[in-house]
């Protein structure tokens, strides 16, 4: 099976920017991006966003990779979000979807919840606001141990043989670990073993190899440019 890929320039690959990104702050700036060409090249955090936007048209149930759920992500992610679940099964692990696409709308549900049960401040490190959502790309899922309880519910998930394989696996398939342990004050957002970012495996690879967030990467090669 010919498993997708995401298209890099050369440029994609080459340093740019080496300084971190700045730190944390909370605004609205909409990228300058296509988002729906260019997914896997774009910084979301809690300054940048994406419009709102209609649904993209290619989105899929994650049923088509063997899932039992009606979550939806782009057609791109199906060949490689199918090659992780059945490697997983082999290994004797069982992966569940969480969450996967959410549109702007619904995304304001889910910050509102999190605002309404944790006061506005936690929420910000919980959860994005609206547009700043890496869900809203369609290539960002949440995944969780088959039957278990829901992944921010334990202590650290990453220490269940589902959470510790995807550590080790999930770049061989094009994923990125979002928002990893200890890397709050560049991610802008508390740690989540559960939230992994399709971005192609070329990309994934080098994020992978230099050992820091996507953000970070993404900063320093591809930094985002705001709509005039």
Known sequence: MLLATVALWPWALAQVAPDDPPPCTYGDVVVDVDHLRDHALVLLDTTYR???????????????????????????????????????????????????????AYQRQVFDGWVARLGEAQARRVSARPGHSEHQLGTAIDLRTRGGPAPWDLADWARTPEGAWLVQHAHRYGFVLSYPAGEEERTCYDY?????????????????????????????????????
Request: no cysteine.
């Open 50 to 104: 994406l419009p709102e936007t209609p649904d993209p048209s290619d989105l899929v149930r994650v049923r088509e990779a063997g899932f039992a759920s009606d979550h939806l992500v782009r057609a791109v992610v199906i060949d490689d979000l199918r090659a992780l679940r059945e490697d997983a099964e082999a290994a004797g692990l069982a992966l569940e979807v969480q969450s996967a696409y959410r549109s702007f």
């Open 192 to 228: 989540e073993p559960w939230h992994y970012r399709w971005v192609g495996r070329e990309l994934a690879g080098a994020v992978h190899e230099a050992g820091v967030p996507l953000r970070v990467w993404l900063w320093r090669h591809h930094p985002p440019q705001a709509l005039p």
